[in-house]
């Protein structure tokens, strides 16, 4: 069952669903209480014990659906506090459950390059294939180190991949190790983000497996994704990605800043599993903080009754 509880200042919507569910499980309760008993009566009336192997009831239903609502208000009431405490026009939606089937990803159209099929090259795509309201963060590079970043996205629970560069991140491992501990997964951005399609193929392997070993050292798993740095990339860089153990190289729909969204698209707006770009920047870089960013970010996806969703969930 997936609940989602929508924006509601002062809890009614929250509170009309849980006492309508507590009303229809407490008509279920009675009647289950009414087929149960001790078997003294000789199943005439309201005492029937159960089959063989059935287990008799222990607690009426209605009193773990008060339980379940009593976890979902809690739950909201964390989501508004945070909301309001990191600046939030309204509360972030709650993403729906991964995915049972995932999506078959393919590259993008024109995304292709020679063989790509033939060899069985790791996908370039923008978008996931979907037609749940969601969206997925995705943040570059690793130059800023913001705590407070940290803080936040853990506050509101919001999910988001990283895609991290040795040269940008080599000073300070144990931030990115924070960040992991929290359930972000790490992904492979390159030792160093070059232009990959300039290089030859072993230089680009380079910069691929490179990263690879360092991700693995600190943080002991070998990432599947890989972004190449500026979106830029050649049939030798997704013969490398493979080589070096990659399945996936999901790049970007659109891309928001402190200030401004830009867009890959002719209509400038948010589609359905779209995936969007972000960089760990802060006042150095930007006209603001990341928390600031996260705020432009979440405002417009929630005010066009989009969620966050987890992109590892997806593939």
């Not at 005439?44 to 009593?70: E, S």
């Not at 500026?230 to 659109?254: M, V």
Request: proline content about 7%; glycine content about 8%.
């Amino acid at each position: 069952m997936r609940a989602v509880v929508q924006n509601d200042k002062n809890g009614s919507f929250l509170g009309r669903r849980v006492r309508g569910g507590i009303a229809v499980l407490a008509v279920s309760a009675l009647a289950a209480g009414c087929a149960q008993g001790d078997g003294r009566d000789g199943g005439h009336g309201h005492g029937v014990r159960p089959a063989p192997g059935q287990q008799v009831l222990k607690a009426p239903p209605a009193r773990a659906l008060a339980a379940y609502a009593t976890k979902l208000r809690v739950a909201h009431a964390a989501r508004v506090a945070a909301a309001k405490r990191w600046g939030l026009r309204t509360v972030p939606l709650t993403a729906p459950a991964a995915p049972a089937h995932k999506p078959e990803i393919t590259a993008r159209k024109g995304f292709e390059v020679d063989e790509q099929e033939e060899l069985n090259l790791p996908p370039v795509f923008t978008t996931i294939p979907t037609k749940e309201k969601v969206v997925f963060l995705t943040i570059d590079d690793g130059a800023e180190k913001d705590p407070a970043f940290l803080r936040m996205m853990s506050d509101l629970k919001i999910p988001y991949t990283a895609f991290l560069s040795d040269y940008l991140i080599k000073d300070d491992y144990a931030y990115f190790k924070k960040m992991q501990g929290r359930g972000i997964v790490l992904n492979n951005h390159t030792l160093h983000h070059p232009y990959l399609p300039a290089l030859s193929y072993s230089r680009q392997k380079h910069e691929i497996c490179g990263m690879q070993d360092v991700i693995e050292k600190q943080y002991g798993k070998r990432p599947t994704l890989f972004r190449p740095p500026f979106g830029n990339y050649n049939q030798d860089t997704l013969r490398a990605a493979k080589d070096c153990g990659i399945r996936y190289a999901p790049i970007w729909d659109e891309e928001v800043f402190v200030d401004h969204w830009e867009y890959r698209e002719w209509d400038r707006d948010l589609h359905p599993g779209d995936i969007v770009l972000s960089h760990f920047r802060g006042r150095e870089d930007w006209k603001g903080t990341m928390p600031d960013m996260v705020r432009r970010f979440l405002d417009k996806v929630t005010a066009q009754g989009y969620a966050v969703a987890r992109l590892e969930d997806y593939l």
